[in-house]
């Protein structure tokens, strides 16, 4: 942080005290609260959602039920943010191609985009029904929970064909300035999933395969209610279903830009599936309470999700408008917003945390290992949300590849090799954990001078440009 702070000291831009320079920081940061809130709105929502449905199995199903969905996790969450990462391809050429006032294939990147989504999102669905059983006996999933996960995860794939949909959705949207409406979706979807989740499993007593289902159903209407908005939208940002408009020149740009982004989002989403099968040597309690204290940890998510995806939609933006100059400074006040809001939350969920994890499971012991991922995972996981502003901005900036290959070694490798060389030979939850935060901090440390760098080329160009 002192290292952006003093680089923003010897910035002409930011050492300016005219009030039309204040005005301009001030509509900055306006801009950025006003894109930002709708998504972390989104973000709480979705988080509550899941929490209920996290309450709801861990109070009304059992021990074993909580601890079978949690060991999906990791597995779902691969291929998930992997169809979300894609998304974000979309997201950048849009923008760029708003920010630079290419009106005339608008229409041909929204349907091409819809069109990525319902493709992957259908392989992902075929992919996941077919190998949930292989996935988790390959994360040492124990017996006694093993066939409730593979019905669940198993239901649960159905809905990647309605998430890769509203995915790419939300990303067009979003392209345009409009955080507003796939935060109204996402609420919408995810009362229904709480409602349907006492249904299926309190009065139907359906147990974590109703859960799944509640899941499906819901992202569903979500996916539903976003190609609506996109049909009846007026102006350049609409969907108009011809497959005349698919545009594979378009295609291929989108997933120059999204492809690496989805392979980040799944090596982060894969060494989380190595550590879930080291989470599964310590037993089915461990791996409940790791689920119940990860419900909660998501709340720091508001931020680490909300404020890394601003980044992206405003430098790609003002990348595609050739205005150069703003994007450190812009960089820079996300940075701090995200960081300062997810250590402020991690650090209440922290001090917070038998409050929290009793409301899951009164279990003494679930409590107790708990805790061990709120002190080492969630108090640090403000670190994570640095890192991805950071990267998001080296995209917006036309870098899509180095930074993915930067979170590789950084990210997958350093707990790959931790995990083996480290913690095998010091069985402990409190070594595992600490895998998060280090990878975090290696990883961070290794993309800021790629940030640097980039931004110094952009602005050497805008000033030959000048000349």
Known sequence: MSFFLSCALIDEEMVETGRGKERNRDLSLKKIFLFAWPIMVANILQITFNFADTLVV???VSKEGLAAVGTTAPITIFFIWGLNGLSLGANVLISRMIGAKE???IRNAIFSALMIGLVFGTGVALFGFTMSEWMLKL??????ILMQAVSYMRTYFIAAIAIGIFDFGAAVLRSDGNSKDPTLYLG???????LLNFLFIVVFHLGVIGAAWASVISQSVAAALILIRLMRNKGIVSLVLDMRLLDLELVKKMLQYGIPSAIQNQLFSFSNMMIQSSINSFGSAFIAANTAANAIEEYVYVFVDAFPLTALTFVSRTYGAKRFREIFKLTLEIFIICGIGAF?????IFLNGHGFLRMLNSDPMIIELGLYRLRYVTLFLF???LLDVIVNSIRGMGI???PTIVT??????????YIYLYFSRHHTPEVLYLCFPLSWILALFLQLPIFFYRNKQLLDLSENVQD
Request: net charge negative.
């Open 139 to 144: 994360l040492a999933t124990p017996e006694d």
């Open 188 to 194: 919408i979807s995810g009362v229904g999933n709480v």
């Open 383 to 385: 670190l994570n949300g």
């Open 103 to 105: 009106d005339e294939k």
């Open 408 to 417: 590789l070694f950084a990210v997958c490798g350093f707990r790959l090799l």
């Open 344 to 348: 402020s939350i991690g650090l209440i």
């Open 400 to 402: 899509t590849t180095l």
């Open 58 to 60: 861990g109070n009304y």
